[in-house]
């Protein structure tokens, strides 16, 4: 196998396929339905966004999600906060996840089919975010949780929405409605649940039809600036992630 056959089904949470104008979908599940994220998939998810960044024959990538939200629950399982080890393996492929989706060369399409109440920053990394009216964003997990919220959501949001109201949606863990996300810039378009996919493959091919030379440089050109913000911002989150998560631990 080579190319696309060798990857395709190499990930338990994601579901691949391909158009032939080079049109990849990625979309994430957890047998089949709604994805739980775990420590497993954020593993897993470091190497299937390398991936994809990796074969020059994913022109347009859409990203979206199974079942009724793009990303709701989360489990401790495969996570271990609280010791240096395994917090250097999370602090690592917290990085490093990021930096492989800005690192896919192709227009990045986010296709939100539901609430994004954890890991919203895969979808600001997008170039062109959808959603439906039911979607809602929230950064949910790091205070219930007790810890700092220094994955990227803390620098994403800033960006996107303005810091006053990103400083707030963080520190308050507001709700934030796809109809006030798009008034503040967080989203593109607004869509029937069922024509999501349909339109995300629409704007999609339209991109393909581009030389694939200018669709790659365009999106090398739209990320530099994130790329900036996440290098320089991220390592020192994460860490204090980390510190907090320390903290945690020694109050049990």
């Not at 539901?114 to 979607?135: C, K, M, N, Q, Y």
């Amino acid at each position: 196998m080579s190319g696309f056959d060798a990857y395709r089904a190499s990930f338990s949470n994601a579901r691949l396929t391909r158009s032939k104008s080079g049109v990849l979908e990625v979309a994430l599940h957890t047998d089949g339905g709604t994805l739980v994220f775990n420590g497993h998939t954020h593993e897993q998810f470091v190497d299937l966004f390398h991936a994809i960044g990796s074969d020059p024959d994913n022109r347009v990538v859409i990203l979206t999600g199974s079942g009724n939200a793009f990303m709701e629950t989360i489990s401790p399982e495969g996570f271990d906060f609280f010791t240096p080890r395994g917090y250097d393996k999370i602090y690592r492929e917290g990085r490093k996840v990021l930096m492989n989706i800005l690192d896919i060369e192709a227009p990045l399409i986010a296709a939100v089919n539901g609430p994004v109440r954890l890991h919203s920053e895969f979808v600001l990394l997008a170039d062109i975010i959808l959603a439906t009216p039911s979607t809602v964003f929230q950064d949910k997990p790091h205070f219930a949780f007790g810890i700092v919220p220094g994955d990227g959501v803390h620098l994403l949001w800033q960006e996107t929405i303005g810091p006053i109201r990103g400083r707030y949606f963080i520190l308050t863990g507001q709700e934030l409605d796809a109809q006030t996300a798009k008034e503040w810039g967080a989203v593109n378009e607004i869509v029937a649940d069922d024509k999501l996919l349909p339109r995300a493959r629409e704007i999609a091919e339209g991109l393909a039809k581009l030389p694939s030379l200018t669709t790659k440089y365009t999106r090398i050109a739209l990320t530099q600036k994130l790329r900036r913000i996440i290098d320089e911002g991220v390592t020192l989150g994460l860490a204090l992630e980390g510190i907090s998560a320390a903290e945690v631990a020694r109050q049990k």
